[in-house]
């Protein structure tokens, strides 16, 4: 296997002033190797070119990784059409971690594989500090991705605080200094980097749901406290944040798994004029529609399925799940609560 990394500045530099000087590497390697990975390929997209011309000629197989496929995209780069797979790697689940697992360690720091190889939970803050700060801060404005970095430092302090919550882009364009389409732009740049996803509201009209303001989740609870300055606020069960961020870390966790899978399910939140809300409601194909209500209770019971069982009946084709900290599965109202493990499973995630 050959490894090729974009980040070292000279092999950046040489490949960047003459890209065909890849194939002459190609050229030179023994007939045993059969693999090329070049990493971060966003920083050289005209290499796409040379990987689409080495492609037909069938010596070599390519892996080519990359932190953000916007450059690509709207650099109008070869996107190897029909040629090649595309797969996300998003932070550890909880499946890959093992038993080496801690639901606390992984509402508080995240999953980024880095932070298993650090001891001391200082060390886990300057690394996710550091991490924030070098992607969102310098890589997406040396990309040219955002012009004017106090506005947008500015909102991706609010929009961190706002995680989980239904997009209000006045509110967070006045406390950016900027203005509403900036932020709708703002959000798109997260999600073309591949650092958040926004969650439509649900409805059974594609067009409507584009009409309702969606939530917005960080593709990683650690990452999104880190941006909230929220590293040395320590996580205490039973309390709303601790609700939130396990609300926050078992969608990602949904997300993650259904992508490694292909399962192809289609993700919305529901919150009726009244404010009765379904956490999260799953469209799987060949399945009922799943309405998961979330919570981080130890002990579940009639009143924290209250919202789910009431608007259920009302939503075709669907079954309802109560996903918790409660380790005794049971029915209440109709409702499965169940350990959010197996949740998990009866969601066809395992």
């Known amino acids: 296997m050959l490894y090729i990394d974009l980040l070292d500045p000279e092999t950046q530099q040489t490949l960047s002033l003459r890209p ?3 194939v002459e590497r190609l050229d030179a390697l023994p007939r045993a190797v059969k693999w090329i990975v070049i990493d971060e390929i966003q920083k050289i997209p005209v290499l796409l070119d ?9 010596r070599f197989k390519f892996a080519l990784t990359g932190s953000s496929a916007r450059k690509l995209k709207h650099g109008g780069a070869n996107l190897l059409a029909g040629r090649a797979f595309v797969h996300h790697l998003f932070p550890l689940t909880a499946a890959e971690i093992g038993s080496n697992f801690s639901l606390l360690s992984a509402l508080r720091w995240g999953t980024l594989p880095r932070l298993f190889s650090l001891k001391s939970d200082e060390d886990k803050r300057d690394f996710l500090r550091s991490y924030t700060h070098a992607y969102f801060q310098e890589e997406i404005i040396q990309e040219q991705v955002v012009r004017k970095l106090d506005p947008f430092r500015r909102f991706l302090l609010v929009a961190a605080q706002m995680n989980g919550q239904i997009v209000n882009f006045a509110k967070i364009a006045r406390e950016a200094g900027t203005t509403v389409p900036t932020v709708q732009s703002y959000f798109q740049i997260l999600e073309d980097t591949l650092v958040g996803f926004l969650l439509d509201s649900f409805h059974e009209s594609i067009r409507k749901r584009q009409r309702e303001n969606p939530k917005f989740y ?3 609870t650690g990452v999104a406290r880190a941006l909230g300055n929220r590293l040395s606020v ?5 309390t709303y944040e601790f ?3 396990f609300e926050h870390f078992l969608i990602n966790e949904i997300q ?3 992508s490694y899978k292909k399962k192809d399910y289609r993700f919305s939140y529901l ?24 919570k981080s209770a130890e002990r579940v019971g009639p009143e924290d399925v209250r919202a789910v069982a009431s608007l259920a009946p009302d939503i075709p084709n669907s079954e309802a799940f109560c996903l918790s900290l409660d380790p005794i ?3 209440i109202a109709g409702v499965r609560c169940l350990p959010w493990r197996q949740g998990l499973e009866e969601l066809g995630l395992s």
């Open 20 to 22: 065909s000087s890849l």
């Open 50 to 58: 040379v990987v689409h011309q080495q492609i037909e000629r069938k």
């Open 218 to 220: 960080f593709f990683d």
């Open 234 to 238: 320590e996580l205490t069960p039973r």
């Open 243 to 245: 609700g939130a961020t």
């Open 256 to 258: 993650r798994l259904q």
């Open 271 to 294: 919150r009726t004029k009244e404010s009765v809300e379904v956490d999260l409601i799953i469209e799987r194909p060949g399945l009922k529609r799943a309405l998961v209500e979330i």
């Open 329 to 331: 599965p049971k029915v």
